[in-house]
Antibody, heavy 117, light 111 residues
Framework: EVQLVESGGGLVQPGGSLRLSCAAS????????MSWVRQAPGKGLEWVAN????????YYVDSVKGRFTLSRDNAKNSLYLQMNSLRAEDTAVYYC??????????WGQGTMVTVSS | QSALTQPASVSGSPGQSITISCTGT?????????VSWYQQHPGKAPKLMIF???SRPSGVSNRFSGSKSGNTASLTISGLQAEDEADYYC???????????FGGGTKLTVL
């Protein structure tokens, strides 16, 4: 069964850090570009970051540049998002997704990040 | 404010057809054939319904179709069914530093 499972979300104070993980199964993980997409409560989808197959190319939305770092471990079929200097506006459900062409193909169930004091 | 503009809501009766528009600019929708559409039911992850403007992934009903004219892409759902009631989001590749932009989402109500 093809599956992406996110973990690592939770409640964190403004200025704090969290590391999200996304574990892939049922796919050849190393073949895929991967992405994080977030959705603030009651709001729409927002692309956050992309990483290529070997981790040598990374792209971020302007609002997280310098604060978030994307990485992957193909041996562990895992994707990571290190989030530092978190702000209230980063509060959202974070989804990992495979990229096929220019579309977000397979999605995880999401992990909730709440930034609040 | 989202980069791509979608109507906030649309509605239709079972069996009818509806169309959801997605308007961008020449740097995204108008410039590339890389528009995709996603269906999201409440509390669930989005699901890819259309990619590359008009292609359907395996397993997606042929009641869903996509098209594009100029800077506006469209998703048409024919033969509306109750289970089609959901939020729908468009997405496009963009030549800006953002790389990928979503529409604000459209809530489809099946009357």
């Amino acid at each position: 069964e093809v599956q992406l499972v996110e973990s690592g979300g939770g409640l964190v104070q403004p200025g704090g850090s969290l590391r999200l993980s996304c574990a892939a199964s049922g796919i050849t993980f190393s073949r895929y570009w991967m992405s994080w997409v977030r959705q603030a409560p009651g709001k729409g989808l927002e692309w956050v970051a992309n990483i290529n197959q070997d981790g040598s190319e990374k792209y971020y939305v302007d609002s997280v540049k310098g604060r978030f770092t994307l990485s992957r471990d193909n041996a562990k079929n895992s994707l990571y998002l290190q989030m530092n200097s978190l702000r209230a506006e980063d509060t959202a459900v974070y989804y990992c997704a495979t990229i096929e062409g220019y579309a977000f193909d397979i999605w995880g169930q999401g992990t909730m990040v709440t930034v609040s004091s | 404010q989202s980069a791509l503009t979608q109507p906030a809501s649309v509605s239709g009766s079972p069996g009818q057809s509806i169309t959801i528009s997605c308007t961008g600019t020449s740097t995204d929708v108008g410039g590339y054939n890389y528009v995709s559409w996603y269906q999201q039911h409440p509390g669930k992850a989005p699901k890819l319904m259309i990619f590359d403007v008009s292609s359907r992934p395996s397993g997606v009903s042929n009641r869903f179709s996509g098209s594009k004219s100029g800077n506006t892409a469209s998703l048409t759902i024919s033969g509306l069914q109750a289970e089609d009631e959901a939020d729908y989001y468009c997405n496009s590749y963009t030549s800006s530093s953002t790389l990928a932009v979503f529409g604000g989402g459209t809530k489809l109500t099946v009357l």
